[in-house]
């Protein structure tokens, strides 16, 4: 494993102890300024706590704290302190038109044997239709979540 030395300058470790120091701030920048300032090796600190030690202080982990000195060193203060949005892109499997042909099909009556459409029995009949390659059970169940569909059961009201 790479050690990263955290060195902070004299404006960052003050913008550091005024994040630390006020309340006004999010729990999780609150404690990487606390990490960071603790991990701070420039000036003249004679002793500097460990890793485990100031793990064990703030209640994290020590990979925590070894992901955030690393991010630190190659990417700065700024985004050391701040939670970054995930940057994945994800392909939607259902459109409109396939959720209007799924709720369509748990509204009809369940295939011979069954009592009532399962989620899964769902899934296999939508791939066996051809409406879509293959889809997973989890995707039928949050696409008529969405819905306000009662799979043909009558109102409660």
């Known amino acids: 494993m ?3 030395k955290v060195t902070l300058s004299e404006q960052e ?3 550091l102890q005024d994040i630390a120091s006020k309340g006004t701030h999010a ?3 609150i404690i990487n300024a606390l990490i960071l300032l603790n991990c701070d090796q420039s000036g003249g600190r004679s002793e500097r706590p460990r890793s485990s030690d100031i793990a064990a202080m ?3 982990s020590e990979r925590k704290i070894d992901r955030l ?3 630190f060193v190659q990417q ?3 985004l050391a302190l701040n939670r970054q949005d995930s940057q994945r ?3 939607l499997k259902v459109d409109g038109r396939l959720e209007a042909q799924l ?3 748990s509204c009809s009556a369940p295939p011979e044997g069954q009592a009532h459409w399962s989620l899964r029995l769902l899934a296999d009949r939508l791939a066996e239709l051809e409406y879509i390659d293959s889809v997973s059970h989890e995707t039928v169940r949050r696409t008529l979540k969405k819905t306000n569909s009662s799979r043909g059961e009558k109102s409660a009201g």
Do not use: F, T
């Open 2 to 4: 790479e050690h990263y």
């Open 13 to 15: 470790r003050a913008e």
């Open 27 to 29: 729990a999780p920048k």
């Open 58 to 60: 703030l209640s994290v």
């Open 69 to 71: 000195k690393k991010k």
């Open 76 to 78: 700065g203060l700024e």
């Open 89 to 91: 892109e994800y392909a």
């Open 103 to 105: 709720v369509a099909l």
